[in-house]
């Protein structure tokens, strides 16, 4: 690692932007581009976006290996849900800087202020613009449907968790000369029953995201300033089905009425499943999604990043055996190319 190195940062408010210049960062840049890894667009209105749950810190527990599947993403705006509440902007930064080489040395984040350890932080290569209704985005007032369900042993807990904010974070992005509105997540784990308290906490956390990006965008509206697409993603936790995704989808406001699931799938071309479960409660499903405005923006391909895929002499040295890795995530990255059309 270089000593000479130096960083520019300005923080403001409870939900942070953060503009990094990084003067000089890892020596020797960024590794050659592995025949497994992703391929970036050539067209100058494309762009790449990739969300993952990190387990909390895996950039810090496993920065090598954290760091090479940054590289075989290569996206230009990465969602990371699930961050842990006591990790800091310069831990995170440490593993983006250089991704592409000596001169990428630029990234801005929106630090999410809501979920506890579950909060999301947007990092796009190009400027952002935070979005203050999800700084944090309130808990619903609708909580009872949560609590008329859930032990009364668990009430104190739950309640200072609503008090937290929900899971989410959102940021509008500068791609391509347009707008971006794009809106992280992490919804509640656990409770296989459509019936159980978890699930209902689920779907209660979607409606509030919903309805929070609708006032987004009735508030950009007037005050003049456009939105030009929309992509909402993260670990949705379909354990009990899809109704949260579901609610997530029917999000209808004024030109944006109609929102697709971008179907992410591994390099074997059928395999879908973000959430590793072997050796675990749960089994391997998908639980880790994108959905994107379809009247304004192109899916042209959505793949499931698996570190599986690796050579097995890179997985040994960098750590990414055995399945699944201690100290990273069992949850596999969903990274989505797109096309403003």
Known sequence: MSSGRGLLASMTGRNACITVVAVSILAGGCQARAAHDLHPGGSAGRFRVSVWNVAESSFIRRPEGFRRILQATDADIFSFDEVGEHTTPDQLLGALRGLRGNADTVWHLSWGAGGDYQRTVIASRTQLEHVSEFSPLPFPRNSDLVLNKAPDSLHARLRSQFARGVATNAAVVEVRGRRLLLVGLDLWARGNSPDSWEETRRRVEAAAIRDAIALVLKRFESQHKEVNGIVVGGDMNLIAGRAPLDT?????????????????????GWSTWTWDGRGGPFHSARMDVVIFSDLTLRALSARVVNWDDFPSAERVALGLTPTPVVGLSRHRPVVVDFEWR
């Open 248 to 268: 997530l989808l029917a999000l209808a406001s004024g030109r944006f009425s109609s929102f697709t699931l971008a179907p992410a799938v591994h390099a074997d």
